[in-house]
């Protein structure tokens, strides 16, 4: 351990601008976040092109989600032998790759071939990168440094969805894809020059990292992840929809709003970050519980075109300030081997996405309204604060259990008290 403490000491002289390796980090997932959700912008000139329905298309959205939650656990456990730069660099392969075929496809199953390899790098990449970003930096600064890698992904919603769909609109969806491949590259450069090689640790296999499923903690964590961020796109799924029927925006205006959801994205994940390394079960306590309400509220101000706009950045940020926190308390829980925890976890933010869609879909389908997903974002976020509540409850338990048992007394027997 003081060998390891010692290595670390000496990455901060020989690395003493830490941050760029964050910035390396979130560059690649600035490339990850592009491709993951500027299909949905595209979706009718790549239908168009390859002459399928839209519905067909849209296979393209939901073979990658499950690329992801598949890809996570497999790549990571592959990468058990391999060091964590090596695996991110063999990661930023597979999704250039990925998004190569994507731009050169000559059918439309060629294209899903491609959206499947490029989200295999997905969610290993966020599971490794957040182990890396935390080992970067001192144990206080942990959830802010996991905040930054994820910057990226936050800054993709703002900036490359929007411009690589008008790229997309302008000269072509492949060119579209050919950029994001060559953001890839630019991912792949950065992590090769400025991410340190860190040790792997010791004693570390496959077995272990499976071991930390058995620590209900860790199972704990990812259900928040699973519903906490699946109350966000139980409403943010159906955004066009409820904002143009209900609140009277014109079709134009959606990729503003996403612009707005996106800028909340990005304050969220930072807010979250910070006083995730201050004071973590609050920070989620708070945003889960604020997230609820405003999803609830959103039921009413989407009725206001200044109110939507407002309520919808602040889903953004009290959706996305929930992510540091949780990642973190997955790394935490899973101490000593938390490398296949952490992208497992990276795959529930999108079991959440992908069963709150579903979820939101039937109250739509059962004649609800366009409003009605948020009522079942609520219920989400609420369940997950309530998971939260009792995660913190357990942990105190077992921390006095502890305490009595160090003491030497036994458990469930009281020490007398003498007068």
Do not use: C
Request: glycine share 12%; net charge positive; proline share 5%.
């Amino acid at each position: 351990m003081n060998e390891r403490k010692a290595l670390l000491q000496s990455f901060g002289k020989v690395y003493p601008f830490m941050p760029l390796a964050l910035l390396a980090l979130a560059i690649g997932a600035f490339g990850i976040g592009t491709t993951e959700f500027v299909i949905m912008g595209l979706l009718p000139e790549v239908a168009g092109d390859f002459g399928v329905s839209i519905p067909t298309a849209g296979l393209l959205v939901t073979g990658y989600a499950l690329g992801v939650v598949i890809g996570a656990p497999l790549m990571t456990a592959l990468g058990t032998k391999v060091p964590r730069k090596r695996m991110l660099m063999l990661l930023m392969g597979f999704f250039i790759a990925g998004n190569l075929l994507s731009a050169v496809a000559p059918v439309f199953a060629i294209m899903l071939v491609g959206r499947v390899i490029a989200s295999l790098a997905h969610g290993a990449f966020f599971g490794i990168g957040s182990v890396v970003a935390a080992e970067l930096v001192a144990p206080d600064k942990k959830a802010g440094a996991i905040a930054m890698m994820f910057t990226g992904l936050t800054v993709a919603n703002v900036v490359g969805v929007p411009l690589g769909t008008f790229i997309g609109q302008s000269v072509g969806w492949r060119v579209t894809f050919a950029v994001v491949a060559g953001l890839g590259v630019l991912g792949l450069i950065g992590i090769a020059k400025l991410v340190p090689e860190l040790p792997r640790p010791e004693g570390v296999h496959l077995r272990h990292e499976l071991a930390a499923f058995k620590n209900a903690q860790v199972l704990l964590a990812m259900a928040m992840t699973v519903l906490g961020f699946g109350g966000v796109f139980a409403a943010i799924t159906y955004i066009a929809p409820m904002m143009t029927h209900i609140a009277g925006f014109a079709d134009g205006s959606v990729t503003w709003l996403l612009v707005l959801f996106g800028l909340g994205m990005v304050g969220g994940n930072l807010v979250g970050g910070k006083f995730a390394d201050r004071a973590l079960m609050p920070m989620l306590y708070v945003s889960l519980g604020a997230l609820a309400v405003v999803l609830a509220l959103f039921t009413l101000t989407a009725h206001n075109k200044i109110a939507a706009a407002v309520t919808i950045a602040l889903i953004g940020a009290l959706g996305f300030a929930t992510v540091p926190p949780l990642q973190k308390r997955v790394l935490d829980q899973a101490h000593g081997a938390p490398t296949l925890a952490s992208a497992v976890n990276i795959g529930a933010f999108n079991l959440g996405n992908a069963l709150s869609a579903w979820l939101g879909g039937l109250v739509i389908a059962a004649g609800l309204g366009y409003t009605s997903p948020n009522w079942v974002g609520a219920a989400l976020a609420a369940a997950a604060l309530v998971l939260a509540v009792l995660s913190a409850a357990l942990e105190r338990r077992d921390r006095a259990h502890g305490a009595v048992v160090a003491s030497g007394t036994p458990a469930g027997q009281r020490t007398p008290v003498h007068h």
